[in-house]
């Protein structure tokens, strides 16, 4: 059973869905968000009626169906996040049971997966080597299996491709555990047609073990304590969502809108020092990102 408290689970099951976003940030955008419509409304309304109790009012109504709105989009979330959670860890299981499996046992796998999609008469040529029939035309298939984390680099692309042209092997079907590094890919993606060979990677393999059924209960989750993605309440990542380059458009929104109450709806200094304080945040945003890209772009020429 899963050791956690359902409140956990829920950002947990959240932050899945938002890649390099964090929970709280995620949390913060919202509520500014929908501060800054509430805010556009209430200001236009007043604008137009010149009362500011049925403005606010009105106001306050739509603050709340935007929090009905988010609340449906947040449980979305949730159900989407739950799966992809799952997923994650069936892959990153089943990733670390191929890479550390022996050869026989990665070689039974890989001959029911060449069974299931149709290949007859497989034999084995020489280790990591077979041959296959399939549609009447002998298919050669090389696994590449190297350690884990490792990229396959453009040298072994360039040697198995040797190999292949040097035995005229018509169909060819690599499968590789590893992830190609970039130079590796663009030489695969140049020779591939003209050669007739197929890359077979690690996500097929773990795609046509999940659509088989071949993950037990062992590839599911129990506990999420052991899970190296967590959910973090820390100043860093609130900080690091700040400084977020596209978040200036909005907080120059902000600045522009309660620049704009204090001076039209409610005839008070704490429109205007919250304004400054999105226009200041502005300042800072843009002078932080330049100085990012400045030193990526000092470290890049070196």
């Known amino acids: 059973m899963i050791n956690m408290d359902d409140k956990f689970l829920k950002r947990l099951y959240i932050e899945e869905t938002l890649k390099t976003r964090k929970y709280m940030g995620f949390r913060l955008d919202i509520a500014l968000v929908k501060t800054i419509l509430t805010m556009i409304v209430l200001t236009a309304l007043y604008l137009y009626t010149n009362d500011l109790i049925f403005s606010i009012i009105i106001g306050l ?34 990733k670390k049971k191929i890479f550390y499996s022996d050869y026989n046992e990665f070689e039974n796998f890989i001959m029911l997966y060449l069974n299931q999609y149709r290949y007859k008469d497989i034999r084995k040529i020489k280790e990591y080597c077979y041959s296959a029939v399939k549609n009447g035309e002998t298919v050669y298939v090389y696994l590449m299996k190297f350690y884990e984390d490792t990229c396959i680099e453009k040298i072994d692309i360039r040697n198995l491709l040797t190999m292949l042209i040097d035995e005229r092997a018509k169909n060819s079907i690599v499968i590789t555990l590893n992830d190609l590094n970039e130079e590796a890919k663009e ?46 309440k820390k100043t860093s990542d609130i900080i690091g969502n700040i400084f977020i380059n596209k978040k200036v458009i909005i907080y120059l929104l902000a600045a522009v809108l309660f620049y704009a109450m204090h001076r039209i709806v409610f005839q008070s200094q704490m429109g205007l020092y919250i304004s400054y304080y999105f226009i200041i945040l502005s300042a800072i945003n843009i002078a932080y990102n330049l100085y990012k890209s400045f030193s990526k772009k000092k470290i890049e020429n070196k």
């Open 61 to 94: 109504q739509l603050f709340l169906i935007l929090t009905l709105l988010n609340k449906a989009t947040i449980d979305k979330k949730i159900k989407i996040g739950k799966e992809k959670l799952s997923q994650r860890i069936k892959k990153e299981k089943f």
């Open 187 to 232: 030489m695969f993606e140049k020779y591939k047609d003209k050669i007739s060979v197929e890359l077979i990677n690690l996500d097929d393999l773990y795609s046509f073990a999940d659509k088989n059924s071949l993950l037990s209960e062992a590839y599911e989750y129990k506990d999420i304590e052991n899970l190296d993605k967590k959910v973090h």
